[in-house]
């Protein structure tokens, strides 16, 4: 999670500790790898964000945007997913399971699942087979999720939505403030003076952001 140690640093710093805030230009960023203590942040390392679903078949993507500062929330109305079952069958994680395939915003998905976990869920934003889905790849096999294993939670676990802290934008807004986000950030806090500065670049975001 690129923004894990970013979110860290400014969830446990107290605002009354910071007696000043620098924001440097592009050109000057570099100049903080030389100041000790200075936490980064790499788009290369992968985006954080979660994906909860409803009961209804939508999903909401809660995401972190460019800086530990900047949350961002869409709801994304999925409709029915028009599934294709297939002849096939495999085994994963110990459960025999049946082939199915999908196409989905110009990609093409093959899926397994199992009947024997009547749950039609499966990862990422997809679901709504007869069955948990164990495997899904696309055609390219540019995104694959596998699952390993299954653990049944000793309570139950409950998920709380936390609207306040997000701004609520539509999906098209969403992927523009994606393609606009730098590759980046530095962030120093040292002798209460917090510096921050974006890597210069252009950030690339993965297909999958903006499905």
Not at 8 to 28: A, R, Y
Request: glycine share 8%; with cysteine.
């Amino acid at each position: 999670q690129r923004d894990s140690a970013l979110s860290n640093l400014f969830g446990s710093t107290d605002p009354n500790s910071i007696k000043e805030v620098h924001v440097l230009k592009d050109d000057q960023t570099d100049s903080m790898s030389e100041m000790q203590g200075t936490i980064s942040s790499n788009a290369i390392e992968g985006e954080s964000y979660q994906i909860v679903k409803s009961k209804n078949g939508n999903s909401i993507v809660f995401d972190y945007g460019s800086s530990a500062l900047t949350k961002l929330q869409y709801e994304d109305n999925l409709g029915k997913l028009n599934w294709q079952l297939e002849d096939g069958i495999d085994t994963i994680a110990n459960y025999a399971c049946q082939k199915a395939t999908l196409r989905f915003r110009g990609r093409n998905y093959t899926a397994w699942f199992t009947t024997d976990i009547p749950i039609n869920e499966g990862p990422w934003k997809l679901s709504g087979l007869p069955g948990l889905i164990t495997k899904l790849v696309d055609s390219e096999q540019l995104f694959s999720f596998v699952m390993i294993g299954l653990t049944q939670p000793q309570r139950l676990m409950t998920f709380q939505i936390p609207k306040s802290e997000y701004l609520k934008v539509s999906r098209e807004d969403y992927r523009k403030q994606i393609l606009k986000r730098a590759p980046g950030m530095k962030v120093n806090f040292t002798n209460r003076i917090m510096t921050v500065g974006s890597v210069s670049g252009k950030y690339t975001p993965t297909l999958m952001e903006l499905e």
